[in-house]
């Protein structure tokens, strides 16, 4: 049973483009979570999806940011016109289901570098 | 908002002694919290978790205290190892697990 997958692991993007972050949950998970670390930094919870619905955005920026767990393929976290405070490692994690006390697993991170 | 304050946010012991870190959380709604470990350019592991209805929990040398009234949790590290120094982070969750708050993160060092 993989993990929880995240790709790529390293992304590097100009200022202007578009950056795609995928993460294929773990077997049997349908609940995705996105978290975003800065630098030196703690985890930011960004945005909680199921299954063809964003539950809780509370967590992304306004603009510029989107996310989608469709019915089949991965969970996708779309950044557009990346600047250079996008730079961070984003966490993607799964969970079997969203109720209370459930745990999450982690994915390895995508680690965005805008220059 | 629902925030979790972390403290200290360095932590340098000798190794064999004890290490404790403390959180603290707003939401008097929170029920579950999960520790995670996360070393160097690697994912957050979780370590050690306590729901709201249990006291204290004990794993070999890792130990989690729950006061609800006081809205405080710790994570208790005993006979430290060299491999112990990572961070980290605290959390809360919601009733729902609709969101997890985190800590900013501890640092960990254990001097051999």
């Known amino acids: 049973n993989a993990g929880v997958m995240q790709n790529p692991r390293h992304l590097v993007r100009r200022r202007g483009q578009e950056a795609r972050l995928r993460c294929s949950p773990m077997k049997g998970h349908s609940h995705v979570y996105w978290y975003r670390q800065l630098p030196e930094e703690g985890l930011k919870f960004m945005v909680y999806l199921q299954k063809e619905n964003i539950i809780d955005e509370s967590g992304m920026p306004k603009e510029r940011f989107s996310a989608e767990f469709p019915k089949e393929g991965p969970s996708i976290l779309r950044i557009q016109q990346v600047v250079r405070g996008d730079s961070a490692a984003y966490f993607c994690?799964?969970?079997?289901?969203?109720?209370?006390?459930?745990?999450?697993?982690f994915g390895q991170g995508t680690r965005l570098t805008v220059v | 908002g629902e925030n979790v304050e972390q403290h200290p946010s360095t932590l340098s012991v000798q190794e064999g002694d004890s290490a404790v870190i403390k959180c603290t959380y707003s939401?008097?709604?929170?029920?579950?919290f999960p520790w995670y470990k996360q070393e160097l350019g690697k994912r957050p592991q979780l370590i050690i978790d306590?729901?709201?209805?249990?006291g204290e929990k004990k794993d070999q040398r890792i130990a989690v205290t729950l006061n609800k009234t006081a809205k405080h949790f710790s994570l208790h590290i005993t006979e430290t190892q060299p491999e112990d120094s990572a961070v980290y982070f605290c959390a809360a969750s919601n009733p729902g697990g609709f969101k997890t708050i985190f800590g900013a993160g501890t640092r960990l060092f254990v001097k051999a």
């Open positions: 994690a799964s969970s079997q289901d969203g109720g209370p006390n459930t745990e999450a697993f």
């Open positions: 306590i729901r709201s209805n249990v």
């Open positions: 939401d008097s709604a929170s029920n579950y």
